[in-house]
């Protein structure tokens, strides 16, 4: 297999797209785009995509509303706290969106914003319940919860497993983030018995749409060695302008955009499975 491109990552679908780096040793062609014979799709599904776009609620403007004109199952995480955000979810779940809540959480860097709904350390177990309780009252479009920032709390098991009491008392799932790589989020809620799934990718920390798209085709890899993949953007003007471009593509291919209650079932089957072969 050639050597991955540093512009784009390198799939089995377009591999004719792009002239990739040449050998240290030799001059770098120039990057040029060739015509791509249409693939004869032998499977039904080459890949499922699973994509999370977070930080809806801060903004009522035409990027939101573009978002909402994108053609995929697309999960949309809306922040509470801000006058758009019960609008927004309310909107995305009437246009056939799936709802989640990015729940606010501290972080191990003081960060601005939602102070009246972040999930801190310092608050008692009461505190984090009655803070939870009220987001998924304000939200009844939400099936489910991701966190926003958190690297903080997702790594106190104590705050994990109260959160994991109430959306099993709500039948919610979560999604972890993993804005932090001493996170116990997913392994809580797993241990818990909540429908859970982790993020594989992170489209778009940095906001330039060569860049997104990299990070695209990053999780188009994924998704076509592993059957699945859940990626994570933000409401913002590139992400959208990528999507819009890459998403008609990527589905005459054969790929597949889920919605991320479709990750976490199949994450369950698949932990079932593990368990009923480790009883045998």
């Given at each position: ?21 040449s050998k240290i ?45 994108l053609d995929a ?208």
């Amino acid at each position: 297999r050639p050597p991955r491109s540093t512009l784009f990552p390198y799939t089995t679908l377009f591999r004719s797209l792009y002239i990739l780096k040449s050998k240290i040793d030799e001059p770098a062609p120039t990057t040029r785009t060739v015509t791509l014979p249409k693939i004869k799709i032998e499977e039904d599904v080459r890949g499922n995509i699973v994509i999370i776009i977070d930080d809806f609620g801060y903004r009522d403007d035409n990027v939101s509303e573009g978002f909402l004109l994108l053609d995929a199952n697309l999960t949309f995480a809306v922040i509470p706290g801000h006058h758009n955000s019960k609008v927004f979810a309310a909107k995305a779940a009437q246009r056939g969106f799936e709802v989640i809540v990015h729940m606010p959480m501290e972080s191990k860097t003081k960060t601005p914003g939602e102070k009246e709904y972040m999930l801190t350390t310092s608050m008692t177990s009461s505190e984090i319940e009655n803070r939870v309780e009220q987001v998924i009252a304000e939200f009844p479009e939400a099936v489910g919860m991701n966190n926003h920032q958190g690297s903080k709390a997702t790594a106190d098991k104590r705050i994990m497993n109260i959160v994991s009491n109430i959306l099993k008392r709500h039948g919610k799932y979560f999604i972890d983030s993993r804005t932090t790589a001493e996170t116990v989020a997913e392994t809580t809620m797993r241990s818990r018995g909540i429908p859970t799934m982790r993020r594989h990718v992170f489209l778009d920390n940095e906001n330039k749409k060569i860049k997104i798209r990299e990070q695209l085709y990053k999780l188009v890899d994924k998704a076509e060695l592993k059957g699945l993949a859940v990626g994570i953007g933000h409401a913002k003007i590139n992400t959208f302008e990528v999507l819009k471009e890459e998403i008609p593509k990527l589905k005459e291919y054969g790929f597949k955009f889920q919605f991320a209650s479709f990750a976490v079932e199949r994450s369950e089957e698949h932990t079932s499975e593990l368990q009923s072969r480790t009883n045998l």
